[in-house]
């Protein structure tokens, strides 16, 4: 995606941010190491000698077996040192890399970049403007997979909830190797979109960029960019609507469904697949009902590489509604 100056020079510090916060973080670790531990900071301050010594043993012997048989020693004395070092943490109850750099994207490395190429972390800052107007953020906060509760099921309702929670672990763990969609489909407050939210929570920890949109949102949305003047606002919204790993369409069915959505409908499908990004969608109408008011056309591309889930059974929502009313009485 084709960045402007000031939004490029925006993400470098950013970037530059960060590693200043890696480093200040890394030396305050040191420093509460070194007040814990003082035989710590010795321990460094001999190795730091002997790396000296190794140097002036390159330069000042000239016999090849003396320096050899020099720097041998020297380089095992630094290893114990070293082994010492990691067992003085260990003692105190510290990781053994708890004064090594501590990065918010390990795979970059705080740069922004991999052999040139677009870190997952630099696309999803790319995707902030849609993360703000979707509110993923404030939606995941109430929904993971810490939250999941299987006393809300019962019978069939509970083989159906477990086997939807079974395919959601099976699309997070081959997400990034098998090209797979998912449909939550069955009654009101059964439980879809929180199993959606589930994924993208787990799927943005591990560094992928997903955009979340009601069903009425994307298309008011899509409406919107339709009739923008700006061709660059128009080409970066759908870049990003097609490019990120993830979409999530929640509450399909609600929109208002004419020619217009359902074009637009079938466009994103289709983009999507052709780039194969993923994509899940949850709707309380049943896959006839889909049929019917989407079109033979848009339901086959629907279902294409689809991991089809039905949930039902009680109102979820409500059930919870009711136990924070009992909770705050």
């Known amino acids: 995606m084709a960045l402007k ?30 007040s814990r531990i003082p035989e710590y900071r010795e321990l460094e301050r001999r190795i730091a000698d002997l790396s000296m010594e190794c140097s002036r043993a390159l330069i000042e012997l000239e016999d090849p077996e003396a320096r050899e048989e020099r720097l041998k020693q020297l380089r095992s004395d630094i290893s114990q040192l070293r082994e010492k070092k990691s067992s003085l943490l260990a003692e105190h109850g510290y990781a053994a890399d708890h004064l090594k750099l501590h990065y918010h994207c390990e795979k970059c490395r705080d740069t922004g970049f991999i052999d040139g190429e677009k870190c997952s972390c630099f696309k999803q800052l790319e995707l902030e403007p ?3 107007a979707s509110r993923i953020r404030d939606i995941l906060r109430e ?11 019962s019978g069939e309702d509970l083989k159906a909830f477990d086997t939807a929670v079974a395919a959601c672990k099976n699309f997070i763990s081959d997400f990034d190797t098998d090209y797979q969609n998912l449909l939550f489909y069955g009654t009101v407050g059964s439980g879809k979109s ?22 009425e949102q994307l298309f008011k949305s899509v409406y919107a960019v339709a009739n923008e003047r700006n ?6 919204f759908y870049e990003r609507l097609f490019g990120s790993d993830l979409l999530i369409i929640d509450d399909l069915g609600t929109e208002l469904t004419n020619d217009f959505t359902l074009s637009q409908l079938f466009h994103i499908l ?19 009902q889909i049929r019917q008011r989407y079109s033979d056309r848009l339901f086959s591309r629907l279902m294409e590489n689809c991991t089809i889930c039905r949930l039902s059974g009680r109102d979820i929502r409500l059930q919870r509604k009711i136990e924070k009313t009992y909770q705050s009485a």
Do not use: M, P, W
Request: proline share 0%; hydrophobic share 30%; charged share 40%.
């Open 270 to 288: 289709n983009e999507r697949g052709l780039n194969r990004r993923s994509y899940i969608i949850s709707t309380n109408l049943d896959l006839e």
């Open 130 to 132: 849609l993360y703000e």
């Open 5 to 34: 100056n000031e939004e490029f020079e925006k993400f470098r510090r950013i970037y530059e941010e960060r590693q200043r916060e890696n480093e200040y973080a890394l030396r305050a670790r040191r420093e509460e190491v070194y």
């Open 194 to 215: 929180f199993l959606s939210d589930c994924v993208a929570d787990e799927l943005l920890k591990s560094g992928h960029s997903i955009i979340y949109f009601s069903a």
């Open 231 to 236: 061709r660059e606002k128009q080409d970066s």
């Open 143 to 153: 929904n993971n997979f810490s939250l999941l509760r299987r006393d809300y099921y």
